[in-house]
């Protein structure tokens, strides 16, 4: 078991939560937190020493039944709104990009009131309706908005158009890949030019009909002394879960690695002091005891076949 050192990263839209919540010390901003990844845009860093993309390239078994890592997971702080956009599946990724698709997990950590997302189409649509849309500014009316709350959990798989409204923070738990498209980014500049557009890309992979929630989150059920689980999603390359940590959780880790990312609170994780902010990652068949107050998403590989 390790902690890890995030890779951090400064875009137009980010703002300054990861720094006061979770001390992150980055320049002017802090859009995103690379908290545990292996891609080589943001590789995580170990504290003891080297990066966790060349620990697993020399003990591949460490991510179990995986192959390999297959998630990136950040921390994401949406000052303004980010960009409508769109990320490929794999087979047109690995074509066109030499990279992953990307499937998603959001978490909303926190968020402002009438803070959303936008996910999906409310209704199916067509490539024309959709570009017009988007040339005459008024491509939100598509999309379909959802209010959000902490707690909240939405998988946005490969092909959804989505956004990230102003206001939220996320954890993201996702296919470890660094591909988008973006399709609409409200006229907004950056040093005086507008950020680049991929229309003929997103055009080729997303997916027009009407937006279907496939998360399937549960409830909280009791786990440990003082604990309870909650499941949150499974896709085909993660299972996502949180973890409400009010006094003792132990889990042994067969068949996967888990990544660990504490929210909120503070603790012990094999005798290592944790506090909110911190990612820790544990390595296929290593046990780990988890003491103190907080909460956490618990990522690790899918436990059964999943579409």
Known sequence: MFKLIPALKDYVWGGNRLKTLYGREGSDKVA???????HPDGPSGIAGGGTLAEYL????EAAGAAGGLPVLIKYIDAAQNLSVQV?????F???????????EMWYVIGAEEGAGIYCGFRKDTDKDAFLAKVQDGSVQELLNFIPVKAGDCFLIEAGTVHAIGAGCLICEVQQSSNVT????????LVNGKPRQLHLDKA?????????????????KEPAGEGCALRHLTQCRYFRCRELTLGGTFAEQNDGSFTAIDFLSGEGEINGERF?????FFIPCGEKFEI?????????????????
Do not use: Q
């Not at 995103?32 to 292996?38: A, F, I, K, L, P």
């Not at 506090?275 to 990612?279: C, L, N």
């Open 93 to 103: 990724a690995r074509r066109e990009e030499g990279d992953n698709g990307k499937t």
């Open 275 to 279: 506090r909110a902010g911190d990612s």
């Open 32 to 38: 995103e937190s690379w908290e545990v990844s292996v």
């Open 87 to 91: 990320h490929p599946d794999d087979a």
């Open 181 to 188: 498209y973006r399709v609409y980014d409200y006229g907004r």
């Open 57 to 60: 390239a020399a003990r591949p």
């Open 291 to 307: 003491k103190g107050k907080g909460l956490a998403v618990l990522t690790d590989s899918p436990k059964e076949e999943t579409v």
């Open 203 to 219: 055009m080729r992979v997303i997916n027009f009909s009407a937006f279907r929630d496939r998360t399937g989150s549960g409830k």
